[in-house]
């Protein structure tokens, strides 16, 4: 049996029909899949960039790896304690494994013996994570800076973020060097890789 | 209180044991190189002095000194014993085999002197690592600069 081709004039019509049956299905609005999602969670609901929110929890939960080379510890510990309390900044769990930890607070004279050990425990620590440079010889190997056993500022083996002076430096210097590190994570990204 | 023995007494015993060299201070006698370790066994065993209180060395001008301070548990008292050895041949015998304590701190005069302590059983760097060059406590030993890696 041949089959005829369509005429222009079908052509159009079913153009038409098609158009009309479409308008006709289509009088109300598709109602919002989420509409099951009642007002009670609708209002408690808070928008915020990725970034805002990663990096809030980030500062608020600094956790120093307990690794710390000479007098300077002292310092943090007097700071670390109930007089300067740390624990308002939520640092106050030092974790003795780099693996739960992601600052390193670099307290003290660093030999050139014990650095490998400093490095390892650096490169433990899973991202992110921070360190901080706490006094001369942290910075710059201090008084020792020509030594033949010291290394020259922990920049030699761990990337720096903030410094902090001081021989040693007090605990309010050391909370403010903590300020300056948080205020410097505020300002991280995610699409911009530490 | 520790007293120091009278050092003109202990360097005319040691002469008596051993022969001539043994010469006296004000506060040390002077052991011949060769005779240190059995004058040290001598005053372990003989003289009392069981203790060994540290070894350490001094780096002069034209020699190298090794020092020993013993002192005597039971008589309290204390006593040094210095030994001369030239600075191209810093060998001196090692006291390890009388105190286990000297091992330590012969590698540590040898770490940061060079000084070898000859029947050592396992004389190597202590406090410095294999590789480092040089004896840092030697006067003529040149500091790194600062920002030296190496």
Redesign the interface.
């Known amino acids: 049996m041949e089959i005829e081709p369509f005429t222009a004039a079908e052509i159009e019509r079913r153009e038409s029909d098609g158009i009309e049956a479409l308008r006709a299905a289509s009088q109300h609005p598709i109602p919002d899949p989420d509409s099951w999602l009642d007002e009670e969670i609708k209002r408690n609901v808070m928008f915020t960039t990725v970034d805002a929110a990663l990096n809030w929890a980030r500062k608020t939960s600094l956790w120093p790896v307990t690794a710390f080379t000479a007098c300077c510890t002292f310092e943090f510990i007097g700071a670390s304690s109930a007089r300067f309390d740390i624990a308002r900044f939520g640092m106050e769990v030092l974790r003795a494994s780099p693996r739960q930890a992601d600052l390193l607070v670099c307290a003290g004279t660093l030999t050139?013996?014990m650095a490998p050990q400093i490095k390892r425990l650096y490169d433990q620590m899973a991202e992110p994570k921070w360190a901080i440079a706490m006094g001369a010889c942290a910075i710059s190997?201090g008084i020792f800076?020509?030594?033949?056993?010291v290394v020259?500022g922990y920049n030699?083996i761990v990337p720096i973020d903030v410094y902090i002076p001081g021989c040693p430096p007090r605990p309010e210097t050391l909370l403010a060097g903590i300020e300056a590190l948080r205020r410097k994570i505020a300002k991280e990204s995610i699409r911009k890789p530490k | 209180m520790t007293t120091s023995v009278d050092y003109n007494d202990l360097a005319s015993q040691l002469q008596g044991q051993f022969g001539q060299g043994f010469t006296p201070a004000e506060d040390y006698v002077e052991v011949p190189c060769a005779f240190i370790a059995k004058a040290a066994e001598y005053m372990k065993n003989t003289l009392g002095f069981d203790y060994l209180g540290m070894v350490t060395a001094a780096d002069y001008a034209d020699h190298f000194e090794v020092i020993y301070q013993l002192q005597s548990i039971k008589t309290n008292s204390s006593a040094l014993l210095k030994v001369r050895c030239p600075k191209d041949k810093p060998f001196v015998p090692s006291l390890a085999n009388l105190w286990l304590g000297a091992s330590l701190q012969e590698r540590e005069v040898y770490d940061l002197f060079g000084i070898e302590f000859t029947e050592h059983p396992h004389l190597k760097r202590i406090?410095?690592?294999d590789g480092?060059k040089?004896y840092?406590l030697r006067k003529d030993?040149k500091?790194?600069?600062?920002?030296a890696?190496d």
């Open positions: 050139w013996k190997g800076c020509d030594s033949y056993s020259p030699h | 406090v410095l690592w480092f040089g840092p030993f500091g790194k600069a600062y920002g890696s």
